[in-house]
Structures are given as structure tokens and as C-alpha cells.
């Protein structure tokens, strides 16, 4: 089946929506780069799980290549393959996880539109071994004919330039199979790549297709390395090489007929404990260990990315996998692996983009979690690789060898690679701070520029919850997973821009649904960490207070207006519990409106919105989000009553009112007509219009929302993988 993935269709918004990212800079793991043979400029790269992107040489600036999906799982790359014939095309092998079906993507005009052609080999972009590859390939003189070298299920041919696909029955590697749901995953086949030699594109019709293909596999067995002579009609395991639990991670082949492949124990990203460089004589079949370190004094870790340099035979460069001590790094040889140099000695990386790299140190690490590496085939001195956080790129790459320092800067312009845990927008100070996974979080003074740095004093992780007072909003609080020897909790008076740190007694325990939730008070006088039991401090986490009267596990929300108000709602009773004295008691009161049981609506994820939601700037005033739907109380809990729509929440937050209203816009994440995408109602959640379009979707990646309170129409929204990106209608001006 082909479905083609080109204009959009009539929106469903009733007003158009201009949507732009929040410059962070990529901010995530980057497996691999590409770039074109046959088009000086062309480069494409996928993520684990935020999409492909393409550079944009004119506007120097990566281009995202499917925001306009909403398939999920296609925002995992599990490989990605320009056409080495033709620069417009290029192909994506599509699928997150082995439990989603995948798909390859063919796209005929550089990604602005695709054809998708669902395939029945699982993929897992976002599984253990994603930095091997290329697994996509296609013949260099017949670009018609594509293989795949898939995890489960072994080798796949396809002779109509993706559309369908045979499996290769005379491939000696048939796969392992699915593995169960609690199962490892398995990293498969880990490369294709063809010789060039061995065919002919030019002066022949039909071409001949390329006959000879090296195939990598890191199944069990004793044998890594498959190849055939007669285009894949028959194959043998290649003979030789390094010791059989060394497996099998990147490879490519020059124009002279040596085959460079990178070896590790383990496939990475992490648990790699060793590892080789190995060459291969094609033609004679001789092998060679050009292993940059070796002997017993070697440091641990890997090898996985690899690159030639294709304007200088011989010279080639290789990182390092799981190397954490001291670093992972990128050698770099001029004469195939006899000698190497290191680029850790001498480089400098300017992270001016995005500084947040330096993590509070004076220089960011060279990297981890290595495995994309890419020399510009036209530009010896052009080189790149990625980390687990960003892409460094190099314009003096030959230094190396000169034992002269390598200049690095972040090549990310455009690139937008993050997962983001929780979002607000006070009304007052910046207009947007943000919780991340992994790199802590931000205060995003200019939505145009990389923020300064991550959030300080404590620096987290990752930001799980983030709060500000009602009628005090630079008082801001936040909680998240601590760097080592940091606390948990802090607080803030100037709008983040400077913290405190908190530490919560440690005899109550935090509990799997909030593990450093903090919410404040409307005054912003009373802080309550989210504990198995609740905790308040009013004096700035000097003292802690177990509240009284609320049962263990539930989790309060304050109310946005008045400083004494809490509630908490029992999601196994139904029963609401209210504060009247600033948290410190909560009483228990029966609730009319709501479903007999809501015990399906309490979050078990504790990365999840919570459902019971206080409403800018109206007293008493609150929503649940139901799986049976929408429900409001303008009574402080007393009686809600449901929301007439077709929409099914799934989470929501409030922005500025409408003109001729008090009542502030509604946003949320949620699905009516089958359609899951984001959308505002003006009146209190009787009417919804979609505010995103068909060209906007993200995969539908969504994860948090937060409306401006200040700027009319405009919405943050977190995804899973995308950044934050914001909407607004067009014509709104800041």
C-alpha cells in the first residue's frame, strides 16, 4: 500500500496558525549523518526519535523533514539513504520500536513530500543499536534496487525503488524473530554496502547492478560478515576478522577495494566494553587490525562510527562507543590505519549556539554516545559528528594529522531534538520556562536564541514539574531527578532567572507518581512538595510540615487565586479533599457532576499531566481531565458539570482571554474525528477549533501544553522528541 504524504488537506482550524520552533539546539542523540556523493552541500541525518532532517546549504540551517506526519513511529530513524544518483531523492527506514509498524519513506523532492510504502520488517530507531549502520542501501549503479538489512528478520531486496519488498531467502542470517514484549531488543543486521566496482551505470541499458555486497550482521554465531559476487542470488560468510564476540557496527568501502568496518562488544549506546577497526582487502581477502589503541593498556569502550575521506585514499576516521573514561573521542589516519591521532589532545568546540553544552563547566565534553561520523566527500577539511546531545562539525578537520588544534562549533541551526516533560507561562518576567528530559530545563527569555544556560543551583537532569504563584508569578518552583550531590527541589524569586535549593526530609518517601513535585500558592508563600504524604514549608524549605488529613498519595493543586485554597482529589473514592488554611489541613467533601467511579483517571505515569487542573486567574475555579471527558466546578469542587463537546482531552492549559470575555482561552491536547492535534475553545469548552494543521502534527508527539497569558492565541507546546514549538495566529505580534 502507498500513501502519499504531499499537500495538506482542508484544516480544521477556524483561524490560521503560524507555528515556529523555540531555539534550544538539537539537545539529543543523533545516530547518523549522510551525506550525498553526487551533490556538494547535500546532507541528511536522522534522530532517535524526533525525525530526519536535511542542511539547507543556501540558508544554512537544517531543515526538519516530517513535521507534516502524524505517525508517531516514523519519527524514528532506524537509516536514511540519499540516492547516490540522484540529489532529490532520498529514502528513510521509519519505525520507533519493534511493537509499531514501520514503514520506508521515498521522497523525490529532498523530503518537502513523501510516499510511504508500510513494510512488514520491524524497526526500532529508538532501541539499543541504532547508532549501527547504514542498514538502508541502494545500488550505486541501479538505483532501483534497494536492500535492508533488518533486526529480526533478516535481509530484504527491493527491486522497484522501495515500493515493496522480497525477503533474501539464500541470506545465511534468517533472524531471530520478534523477541517477547519484556524481551532484549536485538540489533540484527547492522550494514549494506555495495562495491562499486562490480557494476556499471554508464554506456549500458539496463545498467548492471552491482554484484558484490557486504552485508554486517551482530546475531549469534561465528561468523559477522556476509558476502555476495552475484548481486544476492547467492552469499558466503567472509572468512577471517576479529574474535566472534566482536560484532560488527559501521562499514564502508573505497575506491580501491578495501572494506573499513568498526567493531565493539556490544552494539551500543551504552554497555560497550571493547572493540576493534578492521580492514578487509576485497579482492585478496586479507584482513588487518588498524585498531587505534591496542595491548593491555588499551581504555575500554568500543568503536562505531566511521568515515572516508573520499578526495584522499587512505584517510579515514572511526570514534570511539562507551569510552566514559576519560572520553569518547574521533581518531583520525592518513595512510589506512598504520597511524592514528586523536583529536581529544588538541580541539577546542565552541558551543556559542548552544550554550547550554557546557553543563556549568568552561568547556564542553567532547562527547559520548558517538556514533554518527561524516567527512564531507567534497571537503576533506568538512567533517561532523554527533553525541548524545548535539552534532559537532569542523572546517579544519586535517589538523588532526598535523598535530595542530581542531576548531569545533555546533552544527544545530534549525535542529530541535528534545523530549519536554512540563512548560509554563507566568504572567509576568519571561514568557516561557520549560522542563526537559536530560538537559534540565530553561528560562526562554528570547524564544530565538539557545538560552544562556540550563536552569542552576540545583541542576537537574531532567524537570518534571514546574510552578508559579498565581498572584505572585516570578515566584516560580521546580522539581526534577538531581545531578549528583544536588537537591531535588528549588525555588525561585526573579522568574528562574536564579535559584535556591530545597531538600525535602527524606523520611516520607516521593513515590513512583510524583517523584519531585512541588507546587505554590497564589502568593507564593506556601511551597508543597508532592510526597507520599504532602509536605509545606512557608518558610523557603527551612522547615517542612506533613499535612494533615489527606490520604496517602494523593496529589493537591493550588488554587491560582486564593493563597488558602488547595484541593485534592481521590481518584479511588471520588471523594474531593479541600485546604482552607494554606494546606496545612484538608478536609474531605462528597462531589457532584462527576462519573460514579473516576478510578481509570489517576495517573500512573509520572511523566503524565495530572488531571485536576486550577484555572488562571479565577478563584475556586476547577477542570478534570476524564477519560469520560471535560468537566468543570466554579464552586471549589462542590458540583462539576461536563463540557458539551466532541473533544477527548488529554491534557489542557489557559491563555489569554478573548476579546469581549473574562474567562481565559482554553488549550488542549486532545482528539475529535479521529484527528489528535492541538485546539482552543474561547468558551469554556462548549466549542473547539483546531489551531494546528495537517502540515503541523510532529508526529503527534505531543506532551505538554501551556497557553500564554499575555499574548492572545499563542500556545507552547512540548513534544516527545521535537522540542517545544509555539503557535500563534498570524498577524499576532509579541
Not at 560 to 586: E, N, Q, W
Not at 624 to 648: K, P
Amino acid at each position: 500500500m502507498t500513501i502519499l504524504l504531499a499537500t495538506a488537506s482542508a484544516p480544521a482550524a477556524q483561524q490560521s496558525y503560524l507555528w515556529r520552533s523555540v531555539k534550544v539546539g538539537a539537545g539529543g542523540f543523533i545516530p547518523g549523518i549522510v551525506f550525498s556523493r553526487v551533490e556538494r552541500g547535500l546532507v541528511y541525518l536522522r534522530s532517535d526519535m524526533g525525525g530526519c532532517y536535511r542542511w539547507d546549504d543556501s540558508q544554512k540551517q537544517w531543515v526538519p523533514l516530517q513535521d507534516q506526519m502524524g505517525e508517531s513511529t516514523y519519527f524514528g530513524g532506524e537509516s536514511i539513504a540519499p540516492d547516490p544518483i540522484d540529489p532529490n531523492t532520498v529514502y528513510i527506514a521509519a519505525g520507533m520500536y519493534r511493537s509499531e509498524l514501520p514503514a520506508i519513506l521515498r521522497s523525490h523532492d529532498r523530503g518537502k513530500t513523501w510516499e510511504v510504502f508500510p513494510v512488514s520488517f520491524r524497526m526500532g530507531g529508538n532501541e539499543d543499536g541504532r547508532g549501527v549502520g547504514e542498514r538502508l542501501a541502494i545500488d550505486p549503479n541501479d538505483n532501483t534496487i534497494l536492500f535492508f538489512g533488518s533486526r529480526y528478520e533478516g535481509l530484504w531486496r527491493s527491486g522497484d525503488s522501495g515500493q515493496t519488498w522480497q525477503k533474501a531467502a539464500s541470506f545465511p542470517v534468517t533472524g531471530r524473530g520478534l523477541p517477547g514484549g519484556d524481551q532484549p531488543t536485538n540489533t540484527g543486521l547492522s550494514f549494506v554496502v555495495f562495491d562499486p566496482r562490480s557494476g556499471t551505470r554508464t554506456g549500458l541499458r539496463p545498467p548492471q547492478a552491482t554484484q558484490t555486497i557486504f552485508v554486517g550482521s551482530t546475531d549469534r554465531g561465528a561468523r559477522h560478515l556476509f558476502r555476495t559476487d552475484d548481486a544476492g542470488k547467492t552469499w558466503t560468510a567472509v572468512e577471517g576478522g576479529p574474535a566472534s564476540e566482536m560484532l560488527p557496527a559501521q562499514a564502508q568501502i573505497d575506491d580501491e577495494g578495501v572494506l573499513y568496518v568498526t567493531y565493539g562488544k556490544g552494539t551500543g549506546p551504552n554497555g560497550v566494553s571493547d572493540g576493534a577497526v578492521m580492514k578487509l582487502d576485497v579482492k585478496s581477502g586479507q584482513w588487518t587490525d588498524i585498531t587505534p589503541e591496542k595491548g593491555p593498556s588499551r581504555l575500554g569502550g568500543g568503536y562505531c562510527g566511521l568515515s572516508l575521506d573520499r578526495q584522499r585514499p587512505g584517510t579515514l576516521g572511526v570514534t570511539t562507543m562507551n569510552r566514559w573514561k576519560p572520553v569518547d573521542t574521533v581518531w583520525r589516519t592518513t595512510d589506512g590505519g598504520k597511524t592514528w591521532m586523536d583529536i581529544a589532545a588538541k580541539s577546542e568546540r565552541d558551543v556559542t549556539a548552544s550554550p547550554f553544552l557546557l553543563w556549568g563547566t568552561p568547556q564542553a565534553k567532547l562527547g559520548w554516545w558517538m556514533s554518527a561520523l561524516a567527512i564531507d566527500p567534497f571537503d576533506s577539511n568538512h567533517a561532523a559528528y554527533g553525541t548524545g546531545a548535539t552534532i559537532y562539525a569542523t572546517d579544519d578537520f586535517s589538523n588532526v594529522s598535523a598535530g595542530r588544534t581542531t576548531h569545533w562549533h555546533t552544527w544545530v541551526d534549525g535542529i530541535e531534538q528534545t523530549a519536554i516533560l512540563t512548560l509554563i507561562s507566568p504572567a509576568e518576567g519571561a514568557h516561557l520556562l520549560s522542563g526537559f528530559a536530560d538537559i534540565g530545563g530553561f528560562v526562554h527569555d528570547d524564544l530565538n536564541i539557545s538560552p544562556p544556560g540550563m536552569y542552576e543551583n540545583p541542576r537537574f537532569g531532567g524537570t518534571f514539574s514546574l510552578d508559579y504563584a498565581g498572584d505572585q508569578p516570578l515566584v516560580i518552583v521546580r522539581g526534577g531527578s538531581p545531578n549528583e550531590g544536588q537537591a531535588s527541589l528549588g525555588y525561585s524569586e526573579d522568574g528562574g532567572h536564579s535559584w535556591q535549593p530545597m531538600t525535602i526530609p527524606s523520611n516520607t518517601g516521593r513515590g513512583r507518581r510524583s517523584p519531585s513535585t512541588i507546587i505554590v500558592s497564589a502568593d507564593g508563600k506556601t511551597f508543597m512538595a508532592v510526597t507520599l504524604t504532602p509536605q509545606i514549608t512557608r518558610d523557603r524549605g527551612k522547615t517542612w510540615t506533613v499535612v494533615k488529613g489527606l490520604p496517602r498519595g494523593d496529589r493537591p493543586v493550588a488554587d491560582r487565586v486564593d493563597p488558602t485554597a488547595f484541593y485534592a482529589l481521590d481518584f479511588r473514592t471520588g471523594r474531593l479533599f479541600t485546604s482552607s488554611d494554606g494546606g496545612a489541613t484538608f478536609t474531605a467533601s462528597a462531589v457532584k457532576g462527576l462519573p460514579a467511579s473516576i478510578a481509570e483517571d489517576e495517573p500512573t505515569w509520572r511523566e503524565g499531566p495530572w488531571p485536576l487542573v486550577a484555572t488562571l486567574g479565577k478563584p475556586h475555579d476547577l477542570w478534570l481531565v476524564s477519560r469520560s471527558g471535560l468537566y468543570h466546578s466554579s464552586d471549589g469542587g462542590n458540583v462539576f458539570a461536563r463540557a458539551d463537546s466532541a473533544l477527548q482531552v488529554d491534557q489542557i492549559s489557559f491563555g489569554k482571554a478573548a476579546e469581549g470575555t473574562d474567562y481565559p482561552s482554553i488549550f488542549a491536547i486532545g482528539t475529535m474525528g479521529g484527528i489528535r492535534a492541538i485546539w482552543r475553545s474561547d468558551d469554556l469548552g462548549s466549542s473547539w477549533m483546531r489551531v494546528n494543521d495537517d502540515q503541523h502534527q510532529y508526529g503527534t508527539r505531543y506532551r505538554c501544553i501551556a497557553g500564554d497569558p499575555r499574548i492572545f492565541g499563542r500556545v507552547y507546546v512540548g513534544t516527545d522528541g521535537r522540542g517545544v514549538l509555539y503557535g500563534e495566529p498570524i498577524g499576532t505580534k509579541d
